[in-house]
């Protein structure tokens, strides 16, 4: 069986059945799009949305408070606690981190204290890949039927939760 038989076929905008893999691909990115933007949404939510965004966050924080310190070996045990997933854009996973040797260990734990104290954020980290999962029970030719889940990079994830338990 080829590459070409294993793929999906959708029924797309005009009701044709897309068969080819750049219109499969239109068509998903089309149904993903429309359920994550406001196009659906009623317009009181819309004019909350547009007014709550106008507003201004104050937020003065002093460099004494507890989580605005250097991150700590501690918090890098993150590592261990993360669940095994399928890694982002940037191929790396979380047996690869869990194995890693001290010395790597501190060279992350020296980039996560200077993305933290520069308040950068890597442009990688802004990248995912969208696969699009069938709902079970669905007609699968749907493209609404699939749920987009988004594979980020787990070095981001792992950031991500040493941040949240310092802010939680």
């Not at 004019?47 to 700590?72: C, D, M, W």
């Not at 590592?79 to 010395?103: E, R």
């Not at 980020?152 to 950031?159: A, N, P, Q, R």
């Amino acid at each position: 069986m080829s590459d070409a038989q294993l793929l999906p076929t959708f029924a797309s905008d005009n009701d044709r059945i897309a068969t080819d893999p750049t219109d499969i691909a239109n068509t998903l990115v089309k149904s993903i799009s429309f359920s994550s933007s406001t196009q659906h949404c009623s317009p009181t939510f819309l004019q909350h949305k547009a007014r709550t965004e106008l507003q201004e966050v104050i937020f003065l924080p002093t460099h004494g408070e507890s989580y605005n310190t250097y991150i700590t070996h501690t918090e890098l045990k993150a590592i261990d606690h993360a669940h095994d997933s399928t890694p982002g854009p940037d191929s790396v996973h979380y047996q690869m981190l869990k194995h890693l040797p001290n010395t790597s260990l501190e060279l992350l734990l020296y980039l996560f204290n200077h993305y933290w104290i520069t308040d950068t954020f890597p442009s990688g980290w802004h990248d995912a890949t969208i696969i699009p999962i069938p709902k079970p029970g669905k007609d699968h030719s749907n493209p609404t039927n699939r749920g987009p889940v988004a594979l980020t990079s787990c070095l981001c994830i792992i950031f991500e939760c040493i941040v949240n338990n310092r802010l939680m």
